[in-house]
């Protein structure tokens, strides 16, 4: 069984950054592929970015060029980097990991999930 803990959200203006960690715990962190989604209250788990295990990146539309995700494996961390944050970025993000994977973009392809973390974005 894998534990995921999410940590790095906070409030922060409109334009600023933030720095979301994943710390993965249980099992070697090389056996995953790990996802970033977002959720806001009342709507689904909507997907912001996804790395393999070799690093190949894939990213929303909506965060493509002001989002980074990538992975320390020695640190058993997944991390985004979030630039030029916008009022809408503002949502709950959660780590989410599977060892194999249907479709990066939909929920139900991961099996693990962490608690989450909330990001506020104020302009």
């Known amino acids: 069984q894998v534990q995921l803990v999410e940590s790095g959200g906070g409030l922060v203006q409109a334009g600023g950054s933030l720095r979301l960690s994943c710390a993965v715990s249980?099992?070697?962190?090389?056996?995953?592929?790990m996802g970033w989604f977002r959720q806001t209250p009342g709507k689904e788990r909507e997907f912001v970015a996804g790395?393999?295990?070799?690093?190949?990146?894939v990213y929303a539309d909506s965060v493509k060029g002001r989002f980074t995700i990538s992975r320390d494996n020695a640190k058993t961390s997944v991390y985004l980097q979030m630039n030029s944050l916008k009022p809408e970025d503002t949502a709950k993000y959660y780590c989410?990991?599977?060892?194999?994977?249907?479709?990066?973009?939909?929920?139900?392809?991961?099996?693990?999930w962490g608690q989450g973390t909330q990001v506020t974005v104020s302009s």
């Open positions: 249980g099992r070697t962190i090389t056996t995953y592929l």
């Open positions: 790395i393999s295990r070799s690093s190949s990146t």
């Open positions: 989410a990991a599977t060892t194999w994977l249907v479709n990066w973009y939909t929920s139900t392809s991961y099996d693990y």
